[in-house]
């Protein structure tokens, strides 16, 4: 109650008494030495005390023990700092807030604090009163605000999707980073920038960023309209976009949102896709209609009684029908791939007999002369029909990368724990373009693969049985000189296991 200070005072009257008895605003007073003589009851309530008198007669350092009292940017204040000391020393304080809290009673309360000296007839100060205000509410929305923004800060730029918001007259007031990856655009500063400043890149605008620039403008004045589509952008990228208004609680507009998502990789591997498939079903028809031909002929001729020339034509549909049993296993295993379910069947086996027999197999199809360097002593552990489709992928193209009747090197190493096979041609070698990615899937080299079949899945397909097994698939090549594919692998037992 601020009974003592006012009647003590000329002013204390009863009326005046009451006023600051029903204040919102809390009131300290303290005398020249800085110890409390009085306060009201709004400050007890605001931080978190019993009644007045567990204030009256603290000094500054007793309030500074009592409460934790730290500054906005969370510096602990000292009880020379306290607004209520420099009002004593004649000092007017205003606006400051500062945050009281207590681990014992769970008091965290934010306070705005202002003092100022009361002074008797001789101009000495006798009274420092301190106005406090509850801000706790307005400096918890504060932070919460802040912590949106930091929040919507740190999601912006964490997202593989380029952001813009622009408002209803085109002004952009916010891009996230990967906005500029995408566009290829420097944004230094906003400063006013329009939609159209923004991407006007290298003075031209290609027929899609007009495109764009059209739409939003016309889009984005609409307080309702969300839009999406599709843009061919001048660096070669293909970008979906995703637009809607964002309105505040009274329906006004208050910024458009872009969202920009760079699907080029997507595209390409769709196209890839749907050419692969076209080519598939290509490969698979011919084929089959070869083998319905040749199938003719050899019933013509066994109805007919001439069998000379049946068992030519009964290989050559062997030869056709393998061929397709061929494209049609790369296609189960790719299938396998994607849902996880290849499977690895490993056993003790001899290498050297694998190899010897692809190789002589090759020998009755090919005019290629190869020569097989080392050999593996030790049976490895590894899934046989698998190592031999690597092995068989790998030759098969050094066959077809080749010219005819050129020489063929196959290298077999073993070491305590591994075991590496490597084929070598003189062929036409790979491109350093295409270097990179010959191992993906449906890639073929652009400029080496004129004239030769293929669908671009068997390095895939190799690399995965290669990596399955814990072991690794190498390439070194020059154009006109020819290539080497080795693969290694852990060859024991007890090392590739988990596989
Ligand atoms: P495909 O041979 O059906 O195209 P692959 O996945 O087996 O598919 O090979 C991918 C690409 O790697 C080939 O298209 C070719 O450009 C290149 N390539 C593979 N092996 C060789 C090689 N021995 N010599 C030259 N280029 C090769």
Do not use: C
């Amino acid at each position: 109650m601020l009974g003592n200070f006012f009647k003590r005072d000329k002013w204390g009257k009863r009326n005046i008494e009451k006023l600051f008895h029903f204040l919102n605003e809390g009131i300290v007073v303290q005398d020249k030495s800085g110890k409390i003589v009085d306060a009201n009851e709004a400050v007890v309530k605001l931080i978190g005390l019993k009644n007045t008198q567990e204030l009256i007669k603290l000094t500054s350092r007793e309030v500074i023990k009592k409460f934790k009292i730290t500054n906005e940017q969370g510096r602990l204040i000292s009880w020379n700092q306290l607004p209520g000391t420099k009002a004593i020393k004649g000092k007017r304080v205003s606006a400051v807030v500062l945050r009281f809290t207590n681990s014992k009673t769970g008091l965290n309360r934010w306070v705005d604090v202002n003092a100022s000296s009361v002074y008797n007839s001789f101009g000495k100060v006798v009274y420092a009163i301190n106005i406090f205000r509850d801000v706790t509410d307005k400096k918890q929305k504060e932070q919460d605000t802040l912590f949106t923004n930091q929040l919507l800060q740190a999601q912006g730029e964490a997202t593989t999707q380029g952001i813009l918001a622009v408002t209803q007259n085109q002004k952009v007031i916010y891009v996230n980073s990967r906005l500029s990856q995408i566009f290829d655009i420097t944004i230094n500063h906003l400063g006013g920038k329009t939609v159209k400043d923004l991407f006007y890149v290298g003075h031209i605008l290609t027929l899609d960023y007009q495109k764009f620039i059209v739409k939003a403008l016309i889009v984005g004045k609409s307080k309702t309209r969300k839009a999406k589509g599709t843009l061919n952008i001048k660096n070669g990228k293909i970008v979906t976009y995703y637009t809607v208004p964002v309105l505040g609680v009274d329906k006004s507009f208050l910024a458009r949102l872009w969202f920009f998502e760079d699907k080029t990789s997507e595209f390409k591997l769709e196209r890839q896709r749907e050419a692969f498939i076209g080519m598939v079903t290509h490969e698979l028809r011919n084929p089959l209609t070869t083998v319905r031909g040749y199938a003719e002929v050899v019933k013509n001729q066994i109805d007919k009684g001439q069998l000379s020339k049946v068992d030519s034509y009964l290989s050559r549909i062997i030869q056709q029908t393998d061929k397709v049993t061929e494209l049609v296993n790369d296609l189960l295993d790719l299938s396998q791939i994607r849902t996880g379910t290849l499977k690895l069947t490993k056993e003790d086996f001899d290498l050297d007999k694998l190899i010897n027999n692809v190789v002589e197999d090759y020998k009755r199809i090919t005019t290629n002369k190869f020569h097989k360097a080392g050999s593996a002593k030790k049976t490895i552990y590894a899934d046989r029909s698998r190592i031999r489709q690597v092995i068989v992928n790998l030759i098969s193209n050094a066959i077809k990368y080749s010219p005819a009747g050129s020489h063929i090197n196959i290298a077999v190493k073993q070491n305590k724990d591994t075991t590496s096979v490597s084929v070598k041609d003189v062929g036409f070698g790979i491109f350093e373009d295409d270097k990179q990615r010959i191992f993906e899937l449906y890639v073929r080299g652009k400029k080496n693969t004129k004239n030769t079949p293929g669908f671009g899945i068997g390095l895939f397909i190799s690399q995965i049985i290669v990596k399955g097994h814990g072991g690794k698939l190498l390439m070194e090549s020059k154009v006109g000189k020819g290539s080497t594919f080795t693969f290694i692998i852990p060859h024991n037992k007890n090392q590739n296991r988990k596989d």
